[in-house]
């Protein structure tokens, strides 16, 4: 009888880890998708919108 304490053990063990992995597919399948996206462009310089007709343009 002592034995269907470590087989539950082993059970609840099993089940904590097929929902830890089932985590880490969801989050590398996420990180994936992320790393698909196009670089972000940080360049502070670029020009991305034409100055409005009464500003000066900046230096």
């Known amino acids: 009888m002592a034995d269907h304490n470590h087989i539950s053990r082993v059970h609840y063990l099993a089940v904590e880890l097929a929902a830890q992995n089932a985590l880490m ?24 919108q034409e100055p409005f007709p009464w500003e000066k343009p900046r230096a």
Do not use: C, H, I, S
Not at 31 to 44: E, G, I, R, S, Y
């Open 25 to 48: 597919r969801e989050l590398v399948a996420e990180a994936a998708k992320v790393l698909q996206l196009p670089v972000p462009d940080a360049f502070l310089g670029r020009k991305t």
